[in-house]
């Protein structure tokens, strides 16, 4: 792209041509305050007029995050008639706004409250009349409250974007317009696979996650034994809720700061994860020595799980009935864990510390219960355990690094601990697939050809001595379905499919912490790719640290077969680790 130049304020810059003012002013180091534009562009509606500016020539003031640069331009951000414009934009998004920031989730994080501050609006300056609000707490994963939405449309675009569901939309005319679900239905009886990306997007506290702080909180108060397990993919974010830079993994600290919360046992989801590769390694090899059904089609995201609930209720025998890795790890808690602590199952609370709102649902499945007990009992997010930390005034940049406790479900291979990025599943069942097929480790270890992928589709052969296993990934379901779709009409050529909800996997979940552009380069032009792709490297350097790499080797996991279940899917096996699917219409099937 050739570079033009432009004068912001009357300081001259060169920058690429093609760029809107706003994106072009970032990289001149100015911050103009938007709202309805996404950090790379992704909805441009247009709506909120707060990133309006002077353009030398130009007909009025522009909205800078649609209008392109143009050689020569000459653009005033600091004119008063652009600060006065701004100011009024921002006004008028406050005068219907349900403005109870002290108890709003969102403070700390809400866009809108720091472009009300950056442009000193008055908060009464058009008092008036507000619209008819909605608020919908049905759903397992997520809340909505129109009274703090201002309209933007992002959540819609990235619905869309991401899965092509159009679950959210507009909805009636002028004042009376809110964002929804059509006809204003819940989450609850609509095809909304819980993913949470809408959530992560929202610039105010419009949609949240469903919290379930209040449910430990119930926990530690009647006296059970609460137990704490915590995803890959929170370590590799959590740390940005405390302003670390994105990508720095805080495992030590968040181990410390869960013991400082009160939690009697701390986990790592690690070694479910060893246990799932267990479970559905061999499972693949079974489907393919025996002629089972192919492709197999892995099952530990829950938001592909609804999905294919929902619209590929057909293809239901392809999926893994592996279990997700911290439904395994709760089973065996509850099983195991239990017996060698001589505690009662009931008296157990298992909490699992996710990057994901759909596992908020995922525990409450009937199909996931053993005798009628569930093998976890409540969900967090990553951006929930923050509140959490904060609000025991724990100073975590402060804590001391610690370490997991080590009984029974201590140790994990690195193979568990890259779950949390697209491909990880793939890769770590093709290094135990790789071990079983011809009884010695793979050199090298890892299968680069199934890394770096970041939406979309990616595909590879894998030679195992003779045995090819052809494989296809896929994150987000706009991209999956073109490979349901080759299912459906008997035309794939794959064995073994991983399909992520989330765009890019668990590390781009719904649960994790906002995504703030101001923290990274001014260069940077996807800023959410690039929070994907640090959150990635922490994954795969920590693989990279680990002794044992692969979860056939991890010698607790050898053991709890030894002592415990047996052969992987043998019958104990099948009765705690494997589950089933069925059809859905909707989420009125949990406890409210
Ligand atoms: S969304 Fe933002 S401005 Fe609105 S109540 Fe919450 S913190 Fe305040
Ligand atoms: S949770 Fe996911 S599927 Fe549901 S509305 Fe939001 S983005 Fe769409
Ligand atoms: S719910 Fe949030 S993202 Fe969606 S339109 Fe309202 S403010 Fe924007
Ligand atoms: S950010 Fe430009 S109009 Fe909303």
Redesign the pocket.
């Known amino acids: 792209m050739p570079l033009i130049n432009i004068k912001i304020d009357g300081r001259s810059y060169q920058v690429v041509d093609g760029m809107t003012i706003l994106q072009a002013a970032k990289v001149c180091g100015y911050e103009i305050p938007s709202l309805c534009t996404y950090h790379n562009g992704e909805c441009n509606v247009g709506s909120c007029r707060v990133c309006l500016v002077e353009v030398k020539g130009a007909r009025g003031l522009v909205a800078s995050c649609a209008y392109p640069v143009a050689d020569g331009m000459e653009i005033s951000i600091s004119s008063q008639k652009a600060m006065e414009a701004r100011r009024r934009s921002v006004e008028l998004l406050l005068s219907n706004h349900n403005q109870n920031c002290q108890q709003c989730v969102k403070n700390g994080k809400c866009e809108l409250l720091h472009v009300a501050n950056v442009t000193r609006a008055r908060p009464e300056a058009f008092a008036g009349e507000h619209s008819e609000t909605h608020y919908d707490e049905l759903a397992p994963g997520l809340i909505?409250d129109t009274s703090?939405?201002?309209?933007?449309?992002?959540?819609?675009a990235r619905c869309e974007n991401a899965h092509g569901l159009g679950i959210?939309g507009y909805e009636n005319r002028g004042f009376r317009t809110f964002?929804g679900p059509a006809e204003n239905r819940s989450f609850a009886d609509s095809p909304c696979i819980q993913c949470g990306q809408?959530v992560k997007?929202?610039?105010?506290g419009?949609?949240t996650e469903h919290s379930e702080i209040h449910k430990v909180d119930e926990a530690f108060r009647a006296g059970k034994h609460v137990i704490v397990q915590a995803a890959p993919a929170v370590r590799a974010a959590l740390g940005e809720e405390f302003d670390y830079p994105v990508g720095t993994p805080v495992t030590g600290k968040m181990i410390a700061a869960l013991r400082r919360l009160g939690f009697e046992k701390v986990y790592d989801v690690n070694f479910g994860a060893d246990l799932t590769i267990m479970e559905e390694g061999t499972e693949l090899l079974g489907r393919l020595q025996n002629g089972g059904v192919l492709p197999m089609i892995t099952s530990c995201s829950p938001g592909w799980v609804n999905y294919a609930e929902y619209q590929y209720s057909d293809l239901l025998p392809h999926l893994s009935s592996c279990k997700s890795p911290h439904q395994m790890q709760g089973a065996i808690i509850k099983s195991f864990w239990a017996q060698e602590h001589n505690i009662a199952p009931e008296d157990i609370f298992v909490v699992s510390v996710m990057p994901c709102t759909a596992k908020k649902y995922e525990r409450q499945r009937e199909q996931l219960k053993v005798n009628g007990i569930p093998d976890v009992d409540a969900v967090i997010t990553t951006r929930e355990l923050a509140r959490m930390i904060r609000r025991a005034g724990i100073m975590f940049r402060h804590l001391p690094d610690e370490d997991w406790d080590q009984d029974i479900m201590g140790d994990y291979s690195g193979a568990g601990v890259i779950f949390g990025v697209t491909g990880g599943v793939m890769e770590a069942a093709l290094r135990t697939v790789y071990y079983k097929l011809t009884g010695k480790e793979k050199e090298g270890i890892t299968f680069k050809e199934v890394r770096g992928h970041d939406g979309g589709i990616r595909e590879a052969s894998i030679d195992i001595d003779g045995t090819v296993i052809n494989v296809a990934l896929a994150s987000g379901m706009r991209s999956a379905k073109v490979l349901l779709d080759e299912i459906r009409a008997g035309k794939s050529k794959y064995h073994f499919i991983e399909i992520m909800g989330c765009p890019g996997g668990c590390i781009n979940g719904g649960g994790q912490p906002y995504v703030r552009s101001t923290l990274l380069p001014k260069e940077e032009p996807n800023i959410e790719g690039t929070y994907k792709e640090k959150r990635a490297l922490a994954l795969y350097s920590e693989d990279e640290r680990q002794v044992i790499r692969q979860s056939h080797n991890n010698p607790q996991i050898q053991e709890l077969y030894r002592r415990f279940l047996g052969e992987p899917n043998s019958h104990k096996a099948h009765e705690l680790l494997h589950t089933s699917y069925a059809p859905r219409e909707g989420f009125n099937d949990i406890d409210r």
């Open positions: 909505r703090k939405c201002i309209l933007c449309g992002r959540c819609v959210l964002v809408c997007v929202c610039p105010t419009a949609l």
